[in-house]
């Protein structure tokens, strides 16, 4: 299970923890670790999908885009002005 989540393999430890689960539903650990690995498969989803974008507004020249997309999420603005 562990090797699974720190290879970035989600779906294959989500996979592993309902098992876990199946077997020892007494354990609450493994419904943790598996909501755990479940937020972390979709935050670098989402993050690879802003990046994607914003990569192809800076390729493309597309301020106005990256602009707006900065106004739209604010904490992404902070992490980009962390970044500079």
């Given at each position: 299970?562990?090797?699974?989540?720190?290879?970035r393999k989600f779906d294959e430890a989500i996979a592993h923890y309902n098992r876990a689960f199946e077997l020892n539903d007494e354990d609450i650990s493994f419904l943790t670790n598996?909501?755990?690995t479940t937020v972390?498969?979709?935050?670098?989803?989402?993050?690879?999908?802003v990046s994607a974008y914003l990569c192809?507004?800076?390729?493309h020249a597309n301020h106005k885009g990256f602009v707006e997309l900065l106004q739209k999420v604010p904490s992404l603005a902070l992490l980009v002005g962390a970044m500079a």
């Open positions: 299970m562990v090797q699974a989540y720190r290879a598996r909501c755990s972390h498969r979709a935050c670098v989803c989402v993050c690879v999908r192809a507004c800076v390729q």
